[in-house]
């Protein structure tokens, strides 16, 4: 069943928190939002990462978004204690654009995100490997 639309404020609120550091380059209000045990999936300039969300906010923590950098929240779905994020990043690092996918879980009252699985956009692969010849 579709949640309420206070339901989906509160979850792209939730979702800013991942916006915000990735934008600052600061892994401290995504910590507030991923569980311990949160996952991560996807390819980084063609390099597959997975498992621990440490991985993130280490490349979070490295490399800060940028002043070019800009995200769009678009909440896909809620339903009562599950929601699908989608954030499309541009620009980070002044270089990369990101098609992130988040899902969150309603625990405790609070939404915290329990897995991101994300595509790096093909043509910001082919820029670096045409900077890297």
Known sequence: MRDS??????????????????????????RE???DDAVLF???DGELEHG????FYHNVDTVSG??????????????????VVRVLEEGWGARIDFTDYLLLLKIGGEWKCVAK?????????????????
């Open 117 to 133: 699985a994300y595509n790096q956009n093909s043509n910001t692969i082919q820029n670096l490997l045409v900077e890297l010849n």
């Open 66 to 83: 940028g002043e070019a950098f800009k995200a769009r929240i678009d909440v896909v779905a809620v339903e009562e204690t599950l929601a």
């Open 5 to 30: 639309i206070k339901e989906y404020e509160a979850v792209q609120e939730a979702a800013m928190k991942f916006v915000k550091s990735v934008a600052e380059g600061d892994s401290k209000y995504a």
């Open 42 to 44: 996807g390819f980084l």
């Open 52 to 55: 621990s969300i440490e991985q």
């Open 33 to 35: 939002l991923f569980t």
